[in-house]
């Protein structure tokens, strides 16, 4: 499991990368080259997908990174450069996709996409969706955008699949209910939106049930309620099952971060408790599959009094 990220020290002020790769099967840590940084402080994310050989990273530091030969090599300038990463990335088997976003009030409508074949990246047409944080997933076909949410506070139900083979949008139907901030995986079949905040009465609340999009009817459904809803938390495909875990949810009017998760079945369309995982509740992990179990690692506390990052991690085997 490689982890890539950008550290800031706040006195003196400085800002640097930090990789390192963990290995379940000696459960060992190593550090890593941390690659093509840039000196002094930027504002601004980092993405990162894995092409089955590289590590492509793209933001504040936008580069390639190789395991066996632990070299880094410098990506050419996106055409979307000047930015924070996008908020939606992705990894197509041949492409790495990003769209909308931004960095400090910016809600992007745009899009690019690079190809390490030719290291050549190319801008995206202009979609039908307006500028936004959104959810999404890639299907194997298409890159599918649901909801999200714009620095105004406007939430979406809205949704658009972008076909890299025809370089093409076209909208799909509407999510039932505006959603931001949802987690969004594909099970082969349906693409899962799992959690977030929906709008009523004006005001932000707790969506407790998700939907699922199946693009051959080009439909949504509802999913069985979790109980509790979240923002923030993490997920994972195993092939059968859907893990969540992390996050925060409202307890008596105030935000706390859980210590477990659930699993959700499609075949049986129903959820069931995780156990209670050995680490402190928290928002944002690093969540990779294995093959066989989740690794959670990091994450932080936002938002409250004593904001937090932990760099502790625990996996899961169902």
Known sequence: MLIFG???RPIPARDFDVLGAYR???????RLPSGPGRKGAFEGSEAAVWTGKEMLTWGVTTGAFNPLTRHWRTLPASPI?????????????RQMIGWGGGCCGEAAADGAAYSPKTNSWQKLPAGPLAGRYASGAWTGRDLIIAGGSNPEGKVFADAAAYAPATNSWRRIAGLP????????TWDGRELLLIGGQTTAAGRLRLATRGFAYNPAANRWRRLPSMGQGRVGQTAVWTGHQLLIWGGQTLHAGKWVAPAHGAAFSPTRNRWSPLPTSPL???????????????IIWGGGL??????????DGAAYTP
């Open 177 to 184: 209910i505006p959603l931001t901030g949802a987690v969004a």
């Open 280 to 294: 402190r509740g928290r928002v944002a992990p690093t969540t990779v599959w294995t093959g066989h179990q989740m």
């Open 6 to 8: 950008r550290v800031s």
């Open 24 to 30: 379940p099967t000696g459960n060992t840590w190593r």
């Open 302 to 311: 936002i938002g409250s009094a004593t904001p937090q990052s932990f760099n």
């Open 81 to 93: 450069a000047g930015r924070a990463a996008p908020t939606l990335v992705v990894w197509t088997g």
